[in-house]
């Protein structure tokens, strides 16, 4: 029967409320062993696709290896970790136990998965987990819509206990768009701040629909430096019949990939404005600053332009980046604006895209999307930028959240692509958008939409990286107080940060106090 996904993650979801009410742990200390029921579906359906192509090669006494099914991107599941058989267990069985016996026997067969199976299920009621593997029982669901199960039920949790954008979880539509213009094809990808690994996941996904295998094409490494996290990336990994090297590091301090200069593609949604890093800790003995920050080191309490250092850092000659940037940092003064000069000056600097207001789950505010592309830097371009306003693209999803449709992803990647003289794309549809902005004619700069700033424009805005700045206003739209509504924008971003860090402080206060009065 044909299911409605988004109904079937949100009876799923309120399945799960049950763990609210019915036992004692936090939301963060279930979320994972949720997830991985939902994963663990996934992985059956996979390995059941790839068992099916391996008994056309292994006849008779012959059987497959573990090995044998990672090479075709399945997890190898043994008998008693099949979803199947957990779904099929009468309610005399110990269910919670059960779990913990397949999640150990998934480890034990696939190494990559160590420390990543939950084995917590003992505190958790049959009664619920029973509940959760009825609703992911077998559907009439194909191809990899257990894959955007357990992408929506993570953006879920994130809308409901993450107080901050980008420590957690970057909506798909936006990962998408970032894939879409830096075009990961080949290589090395690098991500310092890689939260659940969703810009690993879009990347596989972009390979795939280029129709190549992600598994060959793909190395995949990331630092996440709260353990819990790391462990969903893997999972999400594995689910999406990946593997990587995701390390629980503080990329500020630690560099466990020898960074670089080392990657062909970086992607990240870093903490905004994050105040409070050591910052004498970056520089050594000799009174050099790391090589990792490239751009050097603000002289400010803020950390965007050392996250724009690091990933600029982190490219090989020819690399790519694209990244979230707080929109505060396109306009920053001070020292921020004398890395940004330098960022610009280095001609790496390829596209600036804003978005519109409630594209996050938990920020309401606009961002702004940074790509560099150090190539650029050595050929005809390296003069110019593409600045793209995309604030009016979008679909209501509802009264608070956005998103870009596949169309929508297709056409501002296009506008790249016919920049740098690619062939434009018009597979998910964008072709009458295409024609309908820039008719049968290549590149120009549309007015309110996009616009080719050369190195003197943008110094002559101040070394201003703002989209709205350079696009203008379509014919018929008035012009807006741009200024102050920057301003606004950036009196209204400290404040959500300041929110945030309040909120977090009330609990850490809270859990002292209870401690005190235990």
């Excluded at 200390?29 to 994963?39: G, K, S």
């Excluded at 029973?130 to 039920?153: C, K, M, N, S, T």
């Excluded at 990933?311 to 920053?332: W, Y």
């Excluded at 020292?335 to 790496?348: A, F, H, I």
Aim: include cysteine; charged fraction near 25%; glycine fraction near 8%.
């Amino acid at each position: 029967m044909a299911v409605d996904l988004q109904d079937l993650s949100r009876r799923l979801f309120q399945a799960a409320n049950q763990l609210w009410t019915n036992t004692a742990l936090r939301p963060d200390q279930y979320a994972q062993p949720v997830l991985a029921l939902i994963a663990l579906r996934q992985m059956e359906a996979k390995f059941d696709q790839v068992h099916g192509e391996l008994a056309e090669t292994f006849t008779g006494r012959l059987k497959p290896t573990p090995q044998d099914y990672h090479g075709h991107g399945a997890v190898y599941l043994p008998d008693n970790a099949r979803f199947s058989y957990l779904l099929s267990l009468p309610e005399t069985e110990d269910l919670a136990e059960a779990l913990n016996e397949a999640m150990k026997g998934i480890t034990e067969h696939n190494p990559d998965l160590a420390g990543v199976m939950p084995q917590g299920y003992g505190s958790l009621p049959d009664k619920v987990l029973r509940e959760l593997l009825r609703i992911l029982q077998p559907l009439d669901i194909g191809g990899d819509a257990y894959g955007v199960i357990f992408e929506y039920f993570m953006g879920e949790f994130a809308s409901a206990y993450m107080q901050k954008g980008g420590e957690y979880f970057t909506p798909s539509s936006i990962v998408k768009l970032i894939v879409e213009v830096i075009e990961p094809y080949h290589g090395k990808i690098f991500d310092p701040a890689c939260g659940s690994g969703g810009m690993f996941v879009h990347s596989a996904d972009f390979v795939k629909r280029h129709h190549k295998t992600p598994s060959r094409e793909l190395s995949v490494y990331g630092i996440e430096k709260m353990e819990d996290t790391q462990k969903l990336c893997r999972l999400n990994l594995a689910v999406h019949g990946l593997s990587g090297d995701i390390v629980v590091a503080n990329s500020y301090y630690e560099d466990p990939h020898q960074m670089v200069g080392k990657f062909d593609f970086v992607m990240a949604n870093p903490p905004f404005n994050q105040s409070q890093v050591d910052t004498e800790r970056l520089v050594n003995d000799a009174g050099h600053v790391d090589a990792r920050f490239s751009l050097g080191i603000p002289k400010v309490g803020n950390a965007n332009y050392l996250w724009v250092g690091l990933f600029h850092a982190a490219l090989n000659d020819t690399g790519r980046a694209g990244f979230v940037m707080a929109n505060s940092a396109s306009d920053a003064g001070g020292s921020e604006r004398e890395l940004r000069k330098k960022l610009v000056q280095s001609g790496s600097v390829d596209v600036i895209i804003s978005t519109s207001p409630k594209m996050f789950f938990t920020v309401s505010l606009p961002v702004t999307l940074w790509f560099l592309d150090k190539a650029k830097a050595k050929g005809e371009r390296a003069d110019e930028v593409l600045f793209i306003d995309a604030r009016n693209i979008y679909r209501e999803v509802g009264r608070a959240h956005r998103e870009y449709t596949p169309e929508h992803i297709e056409f501002i990647g296009n506008i790249v692509r016919m920049w740098r003289g690619e062939e434009v794309e018009t597979e998910l549809g964008s072709a009458d958008l295409m024609v309908e902005t820039f008719g049968d004619d290549s590149f120009k700069d549309i007015p309110g939409l996009c616009k080719v700033a050369s190195r003197s424009e943008i110094e002559a805005q101040d070394w201003s990286l703002n989209p709205g700045r350079y696009v203008g206003v379509a014919a018929g739209e008035q012009i807006d107080d741009v200024d102050f509504k920057e301003r606004l924008e950036g009196l209204q971003e400290e404040l959500e940060v300041l929110n945030a860090e309040a909120a977090r402080l009330q609990e850490v206060i809270a859990a002292n106090v209870a401690e005190v009065l235990a």
